[in-house]
């Protein structure tokens, strides 16, 4: 291969790098109105009355709306394929809010300053409800959050709205009581992972304006620019024609912008107003308003026999979803899809539970997607497990894990896809230096080295459900375009798939221009999540390309006046096989474009996928902790990935270079908190700590490649199963250290500390 | 009040409010590459140079730099384009919104640091934040342009 397997620089690399105006705010018109939100100072309350005449009175204020201005329709904000799983749980604007951040009221005016008085003139009389803050309180609590009676669901998603219940699950195989009264050895623990912020760089953006034809357009730093046209379709009841969505550069969203978030706002004033408006959320307003990781609690028992096979695996689970449903039950199901069919030799296996509303921000899509908590309950259980059995958590895994072309009890038969976990283990074993350092080994000055391992597995797009349009076009000069609705948040996916058209088409990068994400312009995608864009989007551009090539020929051999199996094409040239006759094809082209060939030619193709090939990582951490303090310094993480062919072996390490630090930020530091009172303590890079670069040690990452055959040129997926091994094996190292499991995350400092001393 | 200020090399004056701060004095004057991340001092997206040094714009006040030289990643393309060539080379400006602030304090350090370490490397960069790379393909790249080889 010429140009897949390579490590290109991305095609907009110098571009964004150097300042230049291709992101949403750039692109806004000058004269836009600032849209600013009121938002909910109260966890859970009615609003009684709401004045606005002195705001809308104050001079540059073009209009304020309140619940009473914007259709009453409810829909869901999470970036699904319809007909979404989430439930229809809300409005634009309601007399109800439920949570604090909750939207009030939309201030629009010529300009910031203005706007923020206005919103200090509106007068809001509230109703203080009692709010449900304690997850583990809310089923049947007295506060009932969703009672209204036109909620709606697409599926029976086991809600019970009366107890506060979003969504149960249970996905069983085998009877898992039955089995573990047979098993030698039984470990089990109750794990708490946290609610986690998506903290892009790039904070919620959207800016909308009619066009010339009346039609509502939005640009918008979005994962899903087709389903926030649906959403908004619903929610602003416009026809779906009468809205574009364009996706420009946009700096960041780990799933976060898989969830609409400001779009309903700036699109109801252009719709009132019919005048450009632009919305920027502020950092605290993307902390507090938007969504984050759905908090777990989650109750592992593992049963095994004395040779060391694990025959029972049970996860009970409660999610947090917030005061909103978005994602609730796909999350949740995750949580048990993507970790019980890692440990093949069960008799029997289970995951289930509920999600649960409270009164605080709502959770939503993030990288992992309820994997990561699954992997974090099930790896440290794993652990404990192979202490108990006393043997090397890396050999209990070695003796458990599934293998290419095993199938386990909750796949029903079905064959898991290329797997060379059991080669990522050994090779992080070496990388790691794993059998000259486990578990510990005791410094001077009362500190102590040790190293813990995990491993996980996530899947490649949502099989049966997500699917992708390509289309290739060859243009009049001979260069092509490549249409995808796929939407590149600086991952690199439009290069990558770039990479697999130049392939197929034997072609150079420079001459393929990449265009997403437009509604008006892209074939449909459902966007960029579930590590999805290279797997189901890659396999729809290579068909779409192969398409081409295939009318390339065709049409070659029509001006060579023969049949198409008698030429063949090599990206620049169209030849007669016994070589006596050949068209250039930048001439094709222009005769088919531009002359009287009469054809411009598209290549076409859609694809869904009817699995979701699993990609997987072995994670090693070894970590330094100060007896003293508490302190945890990490000092190196080696990750080795089995994502199937690496297309692009440069984007590919940063992503999981990015991803694990993400996941050492949820091992070690991040955390959303609320007072009693339901408001976020959280709400800044003061409070919320990422990691800065001096927290996150060492990093290194390794590919143990192997072939997917349902995958382009053999790629599986790597965007997401990067951020989930980091918690456990943390973890894991630092009970090695000191003799202390932590089962709740962060692991601070202080945790540690009191930890040791027993406190 | 109005400032007077020079902009990349080029005499400006700015209409500026008491209470603004640089960052949204300098994206109103066109330049996009300052951007607000954080509103707390926290990310390093708004850095630029004042009098070469530099400078977190969220954190000064915009009548503060009255009579002083501004530089941003527009005034030193150049350079910043060389930069990037190598950080691109290691994938690493990712969703690239917060290069430019990165990139200006990755040059300001060659500018101040004779054959740094990667110690003194982290210490430099570590007020500019990114969410995405992880740092470590910054931390090769940064190497590579300086020819660090501890």
């Known amino acids: 291969m010429n140009i897949v397997g390579k490590g290109i620089a991305k095609i907009d690399a110098i571009n964004i790098a150097t300042g230049k105006p291709v992101y949403t705010e750039d692109l806004a018109m000058h004269n836009a109105l600032v849209v600013k939100i009121l938002h909910s100072p109260h966890a859970f309350a009615k609003i009684k009355s709401i004045d606005t005449t002195k705001a809308e009175k104050l001079a540059g204020v073009e209009c304020v709306l309140t619940y009473k201005d914007v259709p009453n329709v409810r829909f869901t904000l999470a970036g699904q394929s319809y007909p979404e799983p989430s439930p229809y749980d809300r409005l634009i604007l309601e007399d109800m809010v439920r949570y604090v951040g909750d939207e009030v009221a939309i201030i629009a005016a010529v300009d910031e300053a203005t706007a923020l008085k206005a919103m200090k003139l509106i007068k809001v009389d509230y109703e203080v409800l009692e709010p449900v803050l304690d997850f583990e309180q809310a089923e049947g609590h007295s506060s009932v959050i969703h009672p209204e009676e036109d909620l709606h669901c697409n599926f029976d998603i086991g809600m019970n709205k009366d107890l506060n219940i979003v969504s149960s699950y249970k996905l069983e195989a085998g009877d898992v009581e039955e089995e573990l009264t047979k098993c030698d050895v039984v470990v089990e623990d109750t794990y708490y992972t946290q609610a986690q912020a998506h903290a892009m760089m790039e904070t919620y953006r959207a800016f909308s304006y009619m066009d010339h034809a009346g039609r509502l357009v939005l640009i918008s730093s979005t994962q899903i620019p087709f389903h926030v046209r649906r959403k908004l379709a619903r929610a602003l009841k416009l026809p779906a024609s009468k809205i574009r969505v364009i996706k420009p550069r946009i700096g960041g969203g780990f799933g976060g912008k898989q969830t609409v978030a400001v779009e309903p706002f700036v699109a109801a004033v252009t719709v009132k107003t019919g005048k450009p408006a632009l919305l920027i959320y502020d950092r605290k307003e993307t902390f507090t308003s938007t969504t984050s990781r759905h908090a777990m609690r989650l109750k592992v028992r593992l049963g095994a026999d004395n040779d060391g096979f694990i025959r029972v695996v049970d996860i009970q689970g409660l999610s947090d979803t917030g005061a909103y449903g978005e994602h609730a039950s796909t999350v949740f199901s995750v949580v048990g899809d993507k970790t019980l069919p890692l440990y093949n030799k069960t008799k029997a296996a289970r995951f289930m539970g509920n999600v649960v509303y409270t009164n605080k921000m709502p959770a939503g899509a993030f990288r992992g997607y309820g994997a990561t908590q699954g992997t974090f309950a099930l790896e440290c259980t794993v652990n404990k497990l192979a202490e108990k059995l006393n043997i090397d958590p890396t050999e209990l895994r070695l003796k458990n894990l599934i293998k290419e072309g095993e199938t386990c009890l909750t796949y029903k038969g079905k064959i898991i896809g290329s797997s060379t976990l059991d080669r990522c283990i050994e090779k992080g074993k070496q990388l790691i230096g794993w059998d000259e350092k486990y578990p510990k080994t005791e410094l001077p000055d009362n500190k102590v080295r040790a190293v813990g391992m995990a491993v996980t597995m996530q899947g490649s797009g949502i099989a049966g459900i997500d699917t992708a349009s390509a289309e290739v076009r060859l243009n009049d000069d001979g260069n092509y375009t490549l249409l995808v609705g796929s939407t590149d948040m600086g991952t690199g996916s439009d290069t990558i798939l770039a990479q697999m058209a130049a392939e197929v088409l034997e072609t150079t990068m420079d001459t393929i221009i990449v265009y997403s994400a437009d509604t008006d312009v892209s074939p449909y995608d459902p966007g960029s999540y579930a590590s999805s864009t290279t797997y189901v989007t890659g396999m729809a551009v290579v068909k779409a390309a192969e398409d081409l090539k295939q009318q390339i020929i065709e049409q070659g051999a029509r001006f060579l006046e023969v049949q198409p199996d008698e030429v063949e094409f090599n990206g620049t040239v169209i030849e007669t096989i016994e070589g006596s006759r050949s068209i250039t094809l930048e001439k094709l082209a222009e005769l088919l474009v531009l002359g009287m060939g009469n054809k411009q030619l598209v290549g076409n193709a859609t694809y869904g996928s009817p699995v979701s090939p699993p990609p997987f990582i072995a994670g090693f951490a070894e970590v330094e902790v100060d007896k003293e303090t508490g302190k945890v310094e990490l000092i190196d993480y080696v990750a080795v990935v089995d994502c199937g062919t690496v297309i692009n072996p440069n984007l590919a390490r940063i992503q999981v270079e990015g991803g694990i630090v993400q996941g050492i930020g949820m091992a070690l530091y991040e955390d959303v908190r609320y007072d009693e009172r339901g408001r976020m303590t959280t709400d800044s890079f003061m409070q919320y700590k990422i990691p800065s670069r001096k927290d996150v040690g060492t990093i290194r990452v390794a590919f143990e490649e192997s072939y997917e055959p349902t995958g382009p040129f053999g790629a599986k997926s790597v965007g997401e199963v990067v951020v989930n091994t980091p918690p456990p094996a943390i973890v894991n190292a630092i009970y090695n250290a000191i003799g202390v499991r932590f089962n709740s995350l962060p692991v601070t400092p202080e945790k540690v500390f009191m930890g040791m001393q027993k406190l | ?150």
Request: glycine share 10%.
């Open chain 2, 1 to 150: 009040m109005q400032i007077e200020v020079t902009i990349n090399g080029k005499k400006a004056s700015l209409q500026v409010a008491n209470d603004e701060v640089l960052v949204d004095s300098l994206r109103k004057h066109g330049l996009s590459s300052v951007r607000r991340g954080c509103d707390t001092t926290c990310c390093g997206l708004c850095s630029v140079w004042i009098d070469g040094k530099p400078t977190l714009s969220c954190a000064v006040l915009a009548f503060r730099v009255n009579g002083k030289d501004i530089t941003t990643i527009e005034g030193v393309q150049t350079e910043a384009e060389e930069f990037a060539q190598v950080l691109a080379a290691e994938g690493a400006e990712q969703c690239g919104f917060c290069s430019p602030g990165f990139i200006m304090t990755v040059l300001a350090m060659k500018r101040e640091l004779q054959n740094p370490n990667e110690e003194e490397i982290i210490h430099y960069l570590t007020g500019n934040l990114c969410r995405c790379t992880g740092y470590m393909g910054q931390m090769r790249a940064v190497k590579k342009y300086l020819g660090v080889t501890a």
